[in-house]
């Protein structure tokens, strides 16, 4: 029996076998660890007397749990499905609980000027400015943990813009609400039945092949979602791309080396800094009518509603321009 007779019988992925026992519903514990910024002196950067200082609080640790539904097989070798994530708090696994305060950004009130920054018309910046005075905004706000995570707190900014017909999704704002116990979006991949070379890569997503976020090349869905490789693709030490659905986009993950983890080996990869390095030709098109710093992920393209810009790995690869502004930890 050949190297390749082998691989199609014990790796393609089909109703009943113990692959698709294994990637129906993830086999081991994923633990997802969130930390957050307490911004200890937000009067005095009002004022512009101070710098901002920052202390880390966390990790606030939740089990992750992944479970494919709506699966449906297709004649052209792919599975369609549906990824439903679920998340359970482990207070063992917590430095704090989810009731701990903290002092931060309000960015219902930052998206919702950025997104009016280029209006060419007076009259929705204006609004916006009334709104805020309606409300009373300010730049920072407390609240605790379960509010700024899955549960969310009510939104005087988006409760009165709704009710100006400006399309806010929701009335309640928090960075992961509406993400436990759902999906997010339909994934078509390779099942291998015709062929291990594209074993696990994507098809499309949403019926699609492409994102309409960015412009050009950067739309294009590449790679795997992280769970099935072609066989011996680990083994080449190479780079991997996975389509992250967050994101809206491929990203690419560099070979860092070998590890061993309790008696395991193991290949570690990362998101380098060419990923976020939008000086590159290839990586412009990421960009919209300015590039951010190097370092930083711009998805407001991606995230209906929200204005924001994810930092990544804490400035250890993003631009100088953007470091030395506060007591950070170092990492």
Known sequence: MT????????????????????????????????YFFNMTNPEEILAGTEKARLQEVG???????????????????????RQVKRYYFQPDMTKGTLDDV???LNMPM???????????????????????????SKLFISKSMRELLFEGYEEPIFRIA???NFPVPSDR???????????????TIFTGSKGMDNYGAMDNYNGLNATSAYHGH???????????????????????????????????????????????????YYAGPRMFNYSSKESRCFCDKTCLPSGVLNVSACVQGEGDSHFIEAFRTGDVSGENTCGCPEY
Not at 115 to 122: G, I, M, Q
């Open 110 to 136: 930052i998206s919702s000027a950025y997104s009016v920054r280029d209006a060419p018309d007076e009259f929705f910046k204006e609004a916006v400015t009334e709104i805020f005075s309606e409300t009373e």
């Open 59 to 81: 990790p606030y640790t939740f089990l992750e749990t992944r479970e494919k539904v709506n699966i449906t097989w297709n004649p052209n070798g792919t599975v369609s499905y």
């Open 102 to 104: 903290i002092t931060t």
């Open 3 to 34: 190297m390749s007779t082998l691989w199609a019988v014990n790796l393609v992925l089909e109703p009943g076998n113990e692959v698709y026992s294994n990637w129906q519903r993830a086999p081991v514990p994923i633990y997802v660890k969130y």
């Open 173 to 187: 704002f928090g960075w992961l609400l509406g993400k436990n116990d759902t999906d997010d979006g339909e994934y």
């Open 162 to 164: 709704k009710s100006m």
């Open 218 to 268: 950067c739309n294009l869905i590449n790679g795997t979602v992280g769970d099935m490789y072609p066989p011996l693709a680990l083994e080449k030490k190479e780079n991997l791309t996975l389509f992250v659905s967050d994101f809206c986009r491929s990203i690419v993950l560099d070979f860092l080396g070998d590890v061993e983890t309790r008696g395991v080996k193991l290949r570690r």
